[in-house]
């Protein structure tokens, strides 16, 4: 576990917080779900910070709904933009099962998502600390807080298996 730029920020607390384990689990769960109906096993989770609701929850639907865009992380975001009736979920954090492309930073950053929790680094398709590192450029106005590394080892487990697989 590691957290990413100097946010003076107890990692002791973050590692011992239970309910980011429970709401990693939940994304996992997500992820697992998708693998099952030929997706890329990827998960996302949108929380209200301040009660700990749930707000939406999925996986990718790229191939079952025929969109490029379907990723977990658009997919959690717009409904919980819609439940909220708010294109901003302020106070919310998203935990997704890998890091984020640059796509789906560019909207984290959009919805200003409080904190971003996510899985393994994707050196390929990743947008957050790999590639394009969104939240590093001059045109993002805002970056969340970002965590990485929760249950990576899993995470990158769960795609290299779903990868072989598929060979
Ligand atoms: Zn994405």
């Given at each position: 576990m590691y957290v990413l730029d100097?946010?003076?920020l107890n990692i002791e607390s973050i590692v011992?917080?239970?309910?980011?384990?429970?709401?990693?689990?939940?994304?996992?769960?997500?992820a697992i779900a998708a693998e099952e109906i030929g997706e890329v096993p990827v998960g996302a989770v949108v929380v209200d910070s301040l009660s700990g609701e749930v707000i939406s929850a999925a996986g990718n639907r790229v191939e079952v709904h025929h969109d490029p865009s379907a990723h977990a992380e658009l997919i959690a975001i717009q409904r919980?933009?819609?439940k909220r009736m708010s294109p901003r979920l302020i106070n919310c954090d998203l935990y997704v099962t890998l890091e984020p492309c640059p796509m789906c930073a560019q909207a984290i950053?959009?919805?200003?998502?409080?904190?971003?929790?996510?899985g393994a680094l994707d050196s390929k398709g990743?947008?957050?600390e790999?590639?394009?590192?969104?939240?590093?450029?001059?045109?993002c106005r805002h970056k969340p807080e970002i965590y990485g590394g929760l249950c990576a080892g899993r995470s990158a487990d769960m795609?290299?298996?779903?990868?072989q697989s598929k060979r």
């Open positions: 100097d946010l003076n011992m917080n239970k309910s980011a384990n429970t709401f990693m689990e939940l994304a996992f769960a997500e919980a933009s819609h950053s959009y919805a200003r998502i409080r904190r971003l929790y996510f990743g947008g957050v790999s590639g394009a590192r969104i939240f590093h450029q001059s045109s795609l290299r298996n779903f990868f």
